[in-house]
């Protein structure tokens, strides 16, 4: 973990310093601490297609304690969120992060949220692809969900006409890769020490980010206009120890995204869309889909919900993601029970090249600390040229147990 990251994460957290000096004289104070302790066994049904996946199980450890307190009765608070994995058979999975210490003071009508945080925006299923502000923990899980800590300043302004986010983002959080020994990755592993940037100002390049957002009656949408350093490395090929490996490229861009959800009875239409202006292309992408939920099933508590999605991306099969043509259906179930037991299955077909990709997933409580998760990912790459072609050999079953305290 660098030092940069604290350093970054302290300056933003004490921006302004006068305000919580004075915060800390108020009456109520509120400390609490818990946290989450998961253990993660995987298991490959073959070996991996690259040299150092000789390999078809896999353990791992993961600690992810929170400090919370709040005081100025409940009108600031902090939080403190570090992360450590320590893995089987990665040593770039084992790896540490702060998710989350940030200081938030909120009043009347504005929040001030300072330092390391997570912030999500977007609400397909499938693909994430408007979700931009922090950046993907990629040895974590190949969907994209985990997220690395942003420090960052955000300005929150509630009006009648909608909630206006700004954001001053003091900092930049390289992607994490699996190593040599990693699954789940291409045939050249990324030497995430010699990363590039098109910035003088490299991993200090201030970034900024303004986004609107409001609810109309049964319409959720959002608009922001995001300028700094690409999230989304490209790469160039290098060698390190006579070895080729790929070397991250980051670059600056422009990006205006919209996400909206309409609920309609028992529908969700769901649809994303990106513009991004990179220094040499500028294209478009967009995610759409719509979810139809049968309650109820049989006079039960049972909820069935099944989901289609469409990925498109204007660069067609010159583009640098999996998700540039590709159809997704699936489906999901809730119980709604005591153990908020959850099912859910999804089938993704690359229309371009006839790949296909399935998963499962499944989770329950046991007991008020206990929780288990099952995730089931198959892949089959219907040609050499698809991206998938790399990752076709990983199919994978992950039980997780997480302990929370």
Avoid: C
Avoid at 343 to 363: P, Q
């Amino acid at each position: 973990m660098k030092a940069g990251l604290l350093t970054a994460g302290l300056a933003t957290l004490l921006f302004s310093g006068a305000m919580l000096s004075e915060a800390v004289k108020a009456e109520e104070v509120v400390f609490e601490f818990s946290g989450r302790l998961s253990g993660e066994l995987q298991g490959y049904f073959e070996e991996g297609r690259f040299a150092g996946q000789n390999y078809q199980s896999n353990a791992s450890l993961a600690l992810e304690p929170e400090l919370y307190w709040s005081f100025n009765d409940g009108t600031d608070s902090v939080v403190f969120t570090p992360f450590y994995r320590l893995d089987q058979q990665d040593e770039e999975r084992s790896h540490g992060d702060i998710r989350e210490l940030s200081w938030v003071h909120v009043g009347d009508d504005w929040e001030m949220r300072t330092g390391l945080r997570k912030v999500f925006w977007g609400v397909t299923e499938f693909n994430h692809l408007v979700d931009v502000i922090n950046q993907t923990d990629g040895i974590e899980d190949r969907d994209g969900e985990e997220k690395l800590g942003q420090p960052m300043v955000n300005l929150s302004l509630v009006r009648d006409w909608g909630i206006l986010d700004l954001f001053v983002l003091p900092g930049f959080r390289e992607r994490t890769f699996a190593g040599t020994d990693g699954r789940l990755r291409s045939g050249l592993v990324v030497d995430t020490g010699r990363a590039r940037y098109q910035s003088e100002a490299a991993d200090q390049h201030i970034d900024t980010a303004i986004r609107w957002s409001q609810s109309f009656d049964l319409y959720d949408i959002g608009l922001y206009w995001f300028r700094g350093t690409n999230r989304d490395p490209r790469f160039e090929t290098g060698v390190k120890n006579g070895v080729p490996v790929l070397i991250p490229v980051y670059e600056q861009m422009d990006q205006i995204g919209f996400d909206g959800q309409a609920t309609i009875d028992n529908w969700l239409w769901k649809l994303e869309l990106l513009w991004r202006d990179l220094p040499d292309s500028q294209y478009t992408a967009m995610q759409a889909g719509l979810e139809y939920t049968f309650y109820g099933i049989s006079d039960s508590n049972t909820d069935l919900g099944v989901l289609a999605e469409f990925s498109w991306d204007e660069r067609g099969r010159k583009a640098d993601t999996i998700f540039q043509n590709d159809l997704f259906i699936g489906s999901r179930i809730t119980l709604n029970d005591a153990a908020s037991t959850e099912f859910l299955a999804g089938l993704g077909y690359d229309i371009d090249y006839s790949s296909r990709s399935l998963f499962v997933e499944a989770s329950s409580r046991f007991g008020e600390s206990l929780k288990l998760s099952l995730d089931v990912r198959l892949f089959d790459s219907g040609s050499p040229r698809d991206l998938m072609t790399h990752i076709d050999q990983d199919d994978r079953i992950q039980l997780t147990a997480d302990y929370y305290f």
